[in-house]
Nanobody, 127 residues
Framework: QVQLVESGGGLVQVGDSLALSCAASGRTFGTYGMGWFRQAAGKEREFVGGVTRSGGVTYYADSVKGRFTISSDNAKNMMYLEMNTLKPEDTAVYYC????????????????????WGQGTQVTVSS
């Protein structure tokens, strides 16, 4: 079992930066891959990016590549999402997720690859 809790969401202006955190507990951190997803109102949840078990490799959706950065700290059981140059289309509920079936060097990009989810945190980018 993995428990995930996101924090750091809020209301920002276009072009601002915001950092989200995901605190993990339960199963030993580093034995599962992790990812960030988001769901805008009226839309399906979509993959934002993820990190491998070791934290050594990250992968991003094209829509956020170059603006968002994922990092993890195995010692603190934390994953982070640094978001820069935010746009109105980044407005969504952001979820962190854990994949216990992910390979050591892979970042799953589909929802069904993830077994555990946080409750989500709202990010609103105002123009």
């Amino acid at each position: 079992q993995v428990q995930l809790v996101e924090s750091g969401g809020g209301l920002v202006q276009v072009g601002d930066s915001l950092a989200l955190s995901c605190a993990a507990s339960g199963r030993t951190f580093g034995t599962y891959g992790m990812g960030w997803f988001r769901q805008a109102a009226g839309k399906e949840r979509e993959f934002v990016g993820g990190v491998t078990r070791s934290g050594g490799v990250t992968y991003y959706a094209d829509s956020v590549k170059g603006r968002f950065t994922i990092s993890s700290d195995n010692a603190k059981n934390m994953m982070y999402l640094e978001m820069n140059t935010l746009k109105p289309e980044d407005t969504a509920v952001y979820y962190c997720a854990a994949s216990i079936r992910s390979g050591a060097d892979s970042v799953p990009v589909t929802e069904r690859s993830y077994n555990y989810w946080g409750q989500g945190t709202q990010v609103t980018v105002s123009s």
